[in-house]
């Protein structure tokens, strides 16, 4: 069967609209507590949320499905995702839960799942749980009801660990440092990890008020933190999304380093240790053509996986890959996480600059990037425009032309009918032209 529920990273849409309502949340939470109730020992769910408003529904729906099928319920409260797959599998968990819509705008809402391992669950797992809704609940007998507690120190065990995640021995000391939390989910960790390292801390983005989760803050609005970084003379800006498990990097001058300049300095350094698992970073189609070059003139080798940080870190894990993630600053470190973790990575990024004694400036550019140009079209519904003869002419005439010189990544979108057309090309003008060429065929469809 094919998942109508879940997307490319859990199930998401638009708080108290159809699916996420308390109703559908209540009826997952039973459904994923089947599925993973087996065994004999009590079964345990950590859940954890970002700062929406919604996430208290969500929160209380979940809780009361997993405890109605016999499940113990462990709330972690406001948290960052990888927190969520690090103590799922610290406290031997059964299963996690992460309450929160990443980057998106406060209306919006999602719920992710993790395995016992603390990893994203794959496709099939998912197909499983789908299939379970559409049966009645197995509903635990009154003495089997699971039980509730609340995790105090949750936030506190996760800081801990990201900390062993820096050289020992190295510290912060000098380094002014502007974070920025998108009032989101990372607003008391990331900002007390860099101070206990001895960074001077510059908080951007962390009052949360329920309503302001990403607005004009965090790592898909850059603007605030790199006037900061300006205005205060800061060594560099981190800028985290509101589940804090993407990163972008600002220099000292507020100049912006994506993801792909994050991995090819991660991936640089981790080989000259011969720490990076068969000379290989595991990347997304999106990810800069000039990364994969650069690597090549290293001698390494970049991966790509489907858009998505779980199909990135699936491809990691199957080929047992160590480092990967995306251009929008998921970075996966499977040494020490096992999904994107924003702060974790940029204490990787520090940790480079204390070790180097360079700036900011000196190491985010690692590559000069293709030209990279994206255009999102869209179509009418019940239109298969990428399934149409003269659509394909298109897109294989432009592959062709730009063969040798760049290439094209054209894709559905997997939540609007929309078409992405992805280019990139040493030669902008034959690219602009290619690309009109395929949109004008795709927005015969509209």
Request: charged residues 25%; aromatic residues 6%; negative net charge.
């Amino acid at each position: 069967m094919s998942r109508k529920l879940f997307g490319t990273d859990g199930v998401r849409g638009r708080a108290n609209d159809d699916p996420m309502t308390p109703e559908t949340a209540l009826r997952l939470g039973q459904a994923a507590g089947r599925f993973f109730t087996n065994g004999g020992h009590a079964h345990r769910v950590v859940i954890g949320k970002d700062t929406r408003r919604s996430c208290y529904m969500l929160e209380t729906a979940l809780t009361a499905g997993f405890t109605s099928v016999g499940m113990d319920v462990f709330l972690v409260g406001p948290i960052p995702t990888p927190a969520v797959g690090f103590l799922t599998r610290s406290m031997r968990a059964d299963l996690g839960v992460m309450i929160s819509a990443s980057h998106n705008p406060y209306q919006d809402n999602g719920i992710k799942f993790f395995g016992p391992d603390g990893f994203k669950l794959s496709d099939a797992a998912e197909e499983e749980i789908e299939a379970l809704l559409e049966g009645p609940p197995a509903l635990a007998v009154p003495e089997r009801i699971g039980r509730v507690t609340r995790i105090d120190d949750g936030r506190g065990r996760y800081m801990e660990f990201a900390k062993t995640t820096f050289p020992r021995g190295l510290r912060l000391d000098g380094l002014k440092v502007v974070i920025d939390c998108a009032n989101g989910a990372s607003y008391r960790t990331a900002p007390q990890v860099l101070w206990e390292l001895g960074a001077e801390v510059v908080p951007v983005g962390v009052t949360p008020n329920g309503f302001n989760i990403n607005d004009g803050c965090g790592s898909t609005d850059a603007a605030a933190a790199a006037a900061a970084v300006v205005a205060h003379g800061a060594d560099l800006g981190v800028c985290l999304d509101g589940d804090a498990d993407r990163v972008l990097i600002l220099d000292e001058t507020g100049k912006l380093a994506d993801g792909d300049q994050f991995m090819g300095l991660i991936a640089d350094r981790w080989a000259a240790e011969g720490r990076l698992e068969k000379g290989t970073l595991v990347a997304s189609v999106m990810s800069n053509l000039g990364l994969e070059r650069h690597l090549a003139g290293q001698g390494l080798r970049l991966l790509r996986a489907p858009v998505g940080d779980r199909y990135v870190v699936e491809a990691m894990r199957e080929g047992g890959y160590n480092l990967g993630g995306e251009q929008s600053g998921h970075i996966v470190m499977t040494d020490y996480v096992t999904t994107g973790d924003g702060l974790i990575a940029a204490l990787q990024f520090l940790s480079a600059m204390v070790e180097t004694g360079k700036r900011a400036s000196e190491i985010a550019r690692v590559f000069d990037p293709y030209p990279q140009v994206l255009r999102n079209v869209r179509y009418r519904k019940g239109a298969t425009p990428l399934d149409q003869a003269r659509v394909r002419a298109a897109i294989a005439e432009g592959e062709a032309r730009i063969a040798g010189r760049g290439r094209l990544v054209i894709r559905k979108s997997g939540t609007e009918p929309l078409v992405r057309i992805m280019g990139e090309c040493e030669d902008p003008a034959l690219l602009d032209d290619v690309l009109g060429q395929i949109e004008a065929e795709v927005a015969a469809f509209a």
